[in-house]
């Protein structure tokens, strides 16, 4: 089983031929320290107690490692039995095709919002194909379908490029197929948008608005340039206040990158931590389940979870249930309330530009590059992958207009 699993991750291109035996090696290790035959997928329990026996020999990333390896010869035996998946008549039914998506999804980590935004598409790829057995679907499918929402729902490219992504994730992770003939599908046409700025008054003005702890919020993803996500899944740890940076961890992409830290946010934020610390401490006393944990981190340290450091910044207030375990923990505060007090904020402050919380970003970038800054700066700040995304912001930064004065002022 073993030679078929190597052979399996070879064909997907799911990795590098040179990380394929570090990965069988893993699952050759945890079958035989849990004692279970290569046939069967291995208990969790034997699993989990196996990452933890991990834990005390390998490094973290040797952990998360060894757990996708497990995760994913677990997926391995349960398409290559004697009947091939298609003919599975639990694919014929969407309800268990949605869960075998999310189940996937989770298996190889992508975020909650990556995942809710799968569902989402898959849920329209349903309604658009009438509820045509999953595993009767075929490219056509996925081509017409592409096709209605450039041409009848006039979606925009980058919106058309992530229903895809969608689909062509189910197709070739549940239904092991490829999608072919692409070439026929309409596109939407591609438009050269230049992002919202704000000047330095209507950023100060707009903060001024925000209240009820949003204003902290508001100051945070604006003087450190931080994208939505970012900003509320910061936790007490990544705050260095002595060095003056802030850590931003597992940012677009899985990566991590430092971004300054404003002085001007160090007293107000230490002042919060004081005030939520009552909060971190009446978990405590409750026995409340710690916060989330990333990766196999709750595997190597159990308690890490109901630690101080780990607390997010920007608690929740209230108890809520994670939809990927089912544990009541306390989470980080809901984004979308802090989007609609920076649309309520901009409203009182008499701005017409359309205001999001991308734009605070779009504004850091702006200032930063009017005020001097290079562009390979602002983009490890940014941590964008591509300079030529960073470049963007040199369309709309005024000290780029090479002091070009309307004749109407010269008159």
């Given amino acids: 089983m073993i030679e078929k699993y190597a052979a399996y991750l070879k064909e997907t291109h799911r990795l590098s031929e040179r990380m394929i035996p570090y990965y069988t090696k893993w699952v050759r290790e945890a079958y035989t320290h849990s004692n279970t035959s290569l046939k ?20 973290d990333w040797q952990v998360n490692q060894a757990d996708e390896s497990i995760r994913l010869y677990t997926y391995f035996l349960s398409i290559s039995g004697d009947t091939p998946l298609l003919d599975r ?4 039914d969407w309800g268990v095709f949605g869960k075998e998506m999310i189940r996937i999804l989770r298996l190889r980590h992508r975020s909650l919002s990556t995942e809710r935004t799968y569902m989402h598409w898959l849920r329209h790829f349903y309604r658009f194909v009438k509820g045509k057995a ?3 679907l075929e490219s056509q499918d996925v081509v017409d379908f592409l096709s209605y929402l450039a041409v009848e729902r006039n979606i925009a490219a980058s919106t058309q490029n992530q229903a895809f992504n969608a689909i062509l994730f189910a197709f070739r992770h549940i239904l092991n197929k490829d999608i072919e003939n692409l070439g026929n599908t309409v596109r939407s046409p591609r438009r050269k948008t230049l992002p919202v700025v704000l000047s330095r008054r209507e950023v100060m003005a707009v903060l001024g608005h ?6 902290l919020v508001g100051s945070v993803n604006y003087g450190c340039g931080l994208r939505v996500s970012e900003c509320f899944n910061l936790r007490v740890k990544d705050l260095d206040f002595d060095r003056g940076i802030i850590m931003v961890r597992c940012g677009k992409g899985g990566k991590d990158r430092q971004t300054v830290f404003p002085d001007s946010l160090k007293e107000p934020l230490q002042e919060h931590l004081e005030e939520i610390r009552e909060i971190h401490e009446h978990d405590r006393k409750n026995d409340t389940p710690g916060v989330y944990m990333p990766n196999a ?4 340290y159990p308690n890490a979870g109901k630690e101080w450091k780990w607390f997010w910044v920007f608690p929740s207030h209230k ?4 939809p990927r375990t089912g544990i009541t923990r306390r989470h980080f505060r809901y984004p979308k309330s802090y989007q609609r007090a920076i649309k309520e904020a901009s409203m009182a402050a008499h701005i017409t530009k359309r205001v999001s919380s991308h734009t605070f970003r779009h504004s850091f970038a702006t200032h930063l590059l009017e005020s001097g800054t290079d562009l390979r700066t602002i983009q490890e700040l940014l941590g964008h992958s591509d300079i030529k995304t960073t470049m963007i912001y040199t369309h709309v930064a005024s000290k780029n207009k090479l002091g070009v004065k309307s004749p109407l002022d010269a008159a």
């Fill in 319 to 322: 108890l809520s249930v994670d």
């Fill in 210 to 215: 925000l209240k009820d702890g949003n204003h």
């Fill in 297 to 300: 981190l709750d595997r190597k």
């Fill in 134 to 136: 999953p595993s009767k």
């Fill in 89 to 92: 008549p639990a694919l014929e």
């Fill in 40 to 59: 069967a997928p291995i208990p969790e329990t034997s699993k989990d107690i196996y990452l933890r026996h991990c834990a005390t020999r390998y490094e």
